[in-house]
């Protein structure tokens, strides 16, 4: 059974940082894609930053140069570091992984952690 909790949300003033982490069991994250999404008051879900099974990395436009996504196979986590916060980051952010087998792909999800930047 494949599980994501996330935790490392909280409560930051404008200009901070936060580590959020992804714990995953069930499959290995370095066979997966994995990523990371948000959903913010009345605003869409929006993909924030995604990585490959081969490590390559993408990003929306609007955290580009402030967020990284990594991964620590060792410890089977995935993290999103995010530097440089703004009030519109404000949002529940969501670990994703995509499993995919030779009967297909399935996409897990964790709980969800809030983020919310304030001063």
């Known amino acids: 059974q494949v599980q994501l909790v996330e935790s490392g949300g909280g409560l930051v003033q404008p200009g901070g940082s936060l580590r959020l982490s992804c714990e995953v069991s069930g499959v290995t994250v370095d066979d997966n894609a994995v990523g990371w999404a948000r959903e913010g008051a009345g605003k869409q879900h929006e993909l924030v930053a995604a990585m490959t099974h081969g490590g390559g990395t993408t990003y929306m436009n609007s955290v580009k140069g402030r967020f990284t996504i990594s991964r620590d196979n060792a410890r089977n986590t995935v993290y999103l570091q995010m530097n440089g916060l703004k009030a519109e980051d404000t949002a529940v952010y969501y670990c994703?992984?995509?499993?995919?087998?030779?009967?297909?792909?399935?996409?897990?999800w964790g709980q969800g952690t809030q983020v919310t930047v304030s001063s």
């Open positions: 994703n992984l995509v499993h995919t087998t030779f009967a297909g792909s399935h996409s897990y």
